[in-house]
Structure formats: structure tokens, C-alpha cells
């Protein structure tokens, strides 16, 4: 079992839509970050967490660190919010991070 | 808005040979990163390095494998003897205290 798992793994949304990605976790953390990762590659930090919420922009991100959960939510979605969404798990402070799969997701004009 | 910066941003290497990816971390960050994402696949945790030295290393990072910040800006992946299955897509990143990671662009390596 993967240690981090996101969900959907794929998702198509209309242009305007309230979106939101999962990311489930099986270890203790000490931080988790949102990243996106562009069609051409580049990865760009969104949100580092260790708990309650944070919003910039249209962006949302909360976790629940009982429940080993947090969720990405996109409002007001746009075609130039479709990437890679991906999660990513701080097991020790400043050191080693595991990556979910990532959540592929395309905004439809 | 501070860049890391990555060098070069594709590689093409014969099998066997040695290659050096170069980074330029934020100049006030004090935590460096290696990372990779095979084609197609989710990205891997290589090394850390902090205060001149590798912090935590993954099971990846063998003895083919080697960090370097030789003159305090510079922050070098060494892969000796490259194999097929090291073409990936190369990350660097940099953290300060307290906050997120910044990002290179990457380095494309390709062993032929």
C-alpha cells in the first residue's frame, strides 16, 4: 500500500467549478505540501500545512492530522488550473518527503 | 521573486559515462534537495543536505549517486557510470525556515 494516495487520480472539470482533490496519508508527518506540476514539467509549491487551513487566491488547502487527511480545493475553476496536483508527505522536518501520484486535472472552457 | 536555478536543462549521455547536474539554490535557503521523476511516474525523494552535509539519503541514492556544494552557491548531482534507468527528469529544490520548496525548472537526462 501506497504510502500517500490521492484522489481521483484523473479529473475533467467545466470552467467554474468548485473542485477538490484528496490526499490520504498512512504515516506520521511532521508537514504536508500541495504542489503543481505544469504540462511542461515545472513544480510549483502551493501550500505547506500542519494543520487547520489555508487559502490564497481560489486556492483552499485543509488537513485533518487525526485522520491522516487533507484536501485541495480549487474555486472558481480555469482552464489555466489544469496540471498536476500532487501531494507530498514531511515524514522529519526539512528532510525526506514522499510524493503521492498526483491528480491530473483538465478545466474545460 | 528568487529562481533556483538548473543547468543544463536537458542531457544527453552515453551509458557508462559520468554526468554532473548543476543547481543554483535561493541564496538565504539553508535545506537542498535532489529529486526525480521517471517518465510517466510520480516524482522520488534522492537526497537532502543541509549545513554541508547529507541530512537523509533514500534507498535510490546508492554509491553511483553523489551531492557537492563545492563553492557555497553551486549544489551538484554527480551520477557515475550512467544505466538506462537513470533517464529521468532531475529536481532540485531549496527551502528556508518555516517555509515551502522552491522549485527548479529541471534538468532532462537521457542515457543512450
Known amino acids: 500500500k501506497n504510502e500517500v494516495e490521492q484522489s481521483p487520480q484523473n479529473l475533467t472539470a467545466q470552467e467554474g467549478e468548485f473542485i477538490t482533490i484528496n490526499c490520504s496519508y498512512s504515516v506520521g508527518i511532521s508537514a504536508l505540501h500541495w504542489l503543481q506540476q505544469h504540462p511542461g514539467g515545472g513544480i510549483v509549491s502551493l501550500f505547506m500545512?500542519?494543520?487547520g487551513k489555508k487559502k490564497h487566491g481560489r486556492l483552499i488547502a485543509t488537513i485533518n492530522i487525526q485522520e491522516k487527511h487533507s484536501s485541495l480545493h480549487i474555486t472558481a475553476s480555469h482552464p489555466r488550473d489544469s496540471a498536476v496536483y500532487i501531494c507530498?508527505?514531511?515524514?522529519?522536518?526539512?528532510?525526506?518527503?514522499?510524493f503521492g501520484p498526483g491528480t491530473s486535472l483538465s478545466v474545460i472552457p | 521573486e528568487p529562481e533556483v536555478t538548473q543547468t543544463p536543462s536537458h542531457q544527453v549521455t552515453q551509458m557508462g559515462q559520468e554526468v554532473i547536474l548543476r543547481c543554483v539554490p535561493i541564496s538565504n535557503h539553508l535545506y537542498f534537495y535532489w529529486y526525480r521523476q521517471i517518465l510517466g511516474q510520480k516524482v522520488e525523494f534522492l537526497v537532502s543536505f543541509y549545513n554541508n552535509e547529507i541530512s537523509e539519503k533514500s534507498e535510490i541514492f546508492d554509491d553511483q549517486f553523489s551531492v557537492e556544494r563545492p563553492d557555497g552557491s553551486n549544489f551538484t548531482l554527480k551520477i557515475r557510470s550512467t544505466k538506462l534507468e537513470d533517464s529521468a527528469m532531475y529536481f532540485c529544490?531549496?527551502?528556508?525556515?518555516?517555509?515551502?520548496?522552491?522549485f527548479g525548472s529541471g534538468t532532462r537526462l537521457t542515457v543512450v
Open positions: 500545512l500542519s494543520s
Open positions: 529544490a531549496s527551502r528556508g525556515t518555516g517555509v515551502g520548496y522552491t
Open positions: 507530498a508527505v514531511e515524514k522529519t522536518s526539512y528532510d525526506k518527503v514522499i
